[in-house]
């Protein structure tokens, strides 16, 4: 199995900072896609950043030249460092990844259980 364990969100005021992280264990071949979403799994994901197989990142307007995701220094981990919030990022965040877990397997979503981001004065 896999599990994704998220960290970080809470409480910020308008123009704040928080950062998110999340690391994958488990029976891991390879991450193909590291990302974070809105809402839960299973109803309408709203796509926030990504980490592409080839480095590139991808970031929804809304939150575009605010927030950064990243890689962390230990292996499956990565991050989503949120610069400058505004009330309406209020929400709860999940991790994503595209995991590969074996030769012999397609990859699998893996979620994880959501971080509250509150912004607010």
């Known amino acids: 199995q896999v599990q994704l364990v998220e960290s970080g969100g809470g409480l910020a005021q308008p123009g704040g900072s928080l950062r998110l992280s999340c690391a994958a264990s488990g029976t891991i071949l390879s991450i193909y896609t590291m990302g974070w979403y809105l809402r839960a799994p299973g109803s309408q994901r709203e796509l926030v950043a990504q980490l592409t197989p080839d480095g590139a990142t991808i970031y929804s307007d809304s939150v575009k030249g605010r927030f950064t995701i990243s890689r962390g220094d230990e292996k499956n981990t990565w991050h989503l460092h949120m610069n400058n919030l505004r009330p309406e990022d209020t929400d709860i965040y999940y991790c994503?990844?595209?995991?590969?877990?074996?030769?012999?397997?397609?990859?699998?979503?893996?979620w994880g259980p959501g971080s509250q981001v509150t912004v607010s004065s």
């Open positions: 994503h990844a595209l995991v590969h877990r074996s030769s012999t397997s397609i990859p699998r979503d893996y």
